[in-house]
């Protein structure tokens, strides 16, 4: 009669045989979606779905539907190979991107919700000598109501950005510290490298789509050049395109900004 022992032996050989060839032939996947660029407040934006087609039979091979998501991010494993990733992004375009998962350790996978297709248009290339683009931006909703003006020019051959904003002053009279509106203060600007034109061509680009409306926040775009002139509104409160950019030439916000003025004198705090 055969040991038991060696039947026990060669069934657990044959079991983990099988579970390390499927091993070998899976992809894991570590799925991140959501907003790529700076916002003023979390947002996570998620696709309503992630579709992955196995190609070259272009097979549906895994459809994420993110509103039956309660851990994020999101583990997956599928069959290795060249995919097809199809999602919707926040501008109403799909988005069909090409990978290829065929790594033996876990792969992080990051789809932009707020990432175009297309970056077809670049106003700043066009720029010569002088000659200037400037935005008029305000935001006007419940509980504010802001008004900037982003003036890029080229000048000797390289472009400067110039942010001016309405500003808050704080002073001191007495012991008691009062505040007044200041208009129109330069608040930054600086000399524009490459990575700050990529930022400017993603917000020109996704600011010519439609942004939708139905928030209790609007925010009004007015752009003025000779080779781009447009009126806009965003009232759906899920891009925040100025904010975005901003952050993306002068970095967050500086907390000492803030002025306060004492016997004639401004200090800073």
């Known amino acids: 009669m055969?040991?038991?022992?060696?039947?026990?032996?060669?069934?657990?050989?044959?079991?983990?045989?099988?579970?390390?060839?499927?091993?070998?032939?899976?992809?894991?996947?570590?799925?991140?979606?959501?907003?790529?660029?700076?916002?003023?407040?979390?947002?996570?934006?998620?696709?309503?779905?992630?579709?992955?087609?196995?190609?070259?039979?272009?097979?549906?091979?895994?459809?994420?539907?993110?509103?039956?998501?309660?851990?994020?991010?999101?583990?997956?494993?599928?069959?290795?190979?060249?995919?097809?990733?199809?999602?919707?992004?926040?501008?109403?375009?799909?988005?069909?991107?090409?990978?290829?998962?065929?790594?033996?350790?876990?792969?992080?996978?990051?789809?932009?919700?707020?990432?175009?297709?297309?970056?077809?248009?670049n106003t700043l290339s066009k720029l010569k000598e002088k000659e200037r683009l400037t935005i008029i931006y305000q935001s006007i909703g419940c509980f504010n109501n802001s008004h900037e003006t982003l003036t890029i020019i080229r000048t000797k051959g390289r472009l400067e950005a110039r942010l001016v904003a309405d500003t808050t002053e704080y002073y001191l009279k007495g012991d008691s510290i009062h505040y007044r509106p200041k208009r129109n203060v330069l608040v930054n600007r600086k000399r524009l490298t490459s990575a700050d034109s990529l930022a400017f061509l993603d917000f020109e680009n996704a600011l010519r789509k439609s942004h939708g409306h139905g928030c209790t926040n609007s925010d009004y775009y007015s752009i003025k050049s000779k080779y781009w002139n447009l009126l806009q509104v965003d009232g759906g409160c899920r891009w925040w395109g100025f904010y975005a950019l901003k952050i993306s030439l002068f970095g967050p916000p500086d907390p000492n900004q803030t002025t306060i003025f004492s016997s004639g004198r401004r200090a800073h705090r």
Do not use: W
């Open 2 to 121: 055969p040991d038991m022992r060696l039947q026990h032996l060669a069934f657990f050989f044959i079991i983990c045989t099988h579970v390390s060839a499927q091993n070998r032939d899976t992809a894991k996947l570590v799925l991140h979606t959501g907003y790529c660029r700076p916002m003023p407040y979390s947002n996570p934006a998620e696709p309503d779905s992630v579709l992955f087609f196995r190609q070259p039979d272009d097979k549906l091979m895994a459809k994420i539907l993110m509103r039956r998501q309660r851990r994020f991010p999101i583990e997956l494993s599928i069959p290795k190979g060249d995919y097809r990733v199809v999602y919707p992004n926040i501008y109403g375009e799909t988005v069909d991107k090409k990978y290829a998962f065929n790594e033996d350790t876990a792969t992080d996978l990051t789809l932009c919700s707020d990432s175009l297709v297309a970056y077809p248009e």
